[in-house]
Nanobody, 127 residues
């Protein structure tokens, strides 16, 4: 079992920034790729970003590319999502998820391949 806890959400103005954290406990965190997903009211959950076990590979949704950055610190069992130039359409509950993979370089956008999920943290972008 891996337990994931997100933090860092809140209310931010358009154009602002926020950093989300995903703290893991349980099994060896470095055995898992980690992704961020989000779900806005009335919409389906969507992929945001993912990072490989080693941290060398990261992939982003087109809607956040160039604005969001995912990173990880395996020594701290934590993954971060730096979100800059926020827009009202970024408003959503953000979830982190962990995917067990034998490859240190792989990371997936497919939510069905993630084994563990956090409870989510709300990010609201509004003036």
């Amino acid at each position: 079992q891996v337990q994931l806890v997100e933090s860092g959400g809140g209310l931010v103005q358009p154009g602002g920034f926020v950093r989300l954290s995903c703290a893991a406990s349980g099994r060896t965190f470095s055995n898992y790729a980690v992704g961020w997903f989000r779900q806005a009211p009335g919409k389906e959950r969507e992929f945001v970003a993912t990072i490989s076990r080693s941290g060398e590979n990261a992939y982003y949704a087109d809607s956040v590319k160039g604005r969001f950055t995912i990173s990880r610190d395996n020594a701290k069992n934590t993954v971060y999502l730096q979100m800059n130039s926020l827009k009202p359409e970024d408003t959503a509950v953000y979830y982190c998820a962990a995917s067990f993979t034998p490859s240190t370089m792989a990371a997936t956008r497919q939510s069905a391949l993630y084994d563990y999920w956090g409870q989510g943290t709300q990010v609201t972008v509004s003036s």
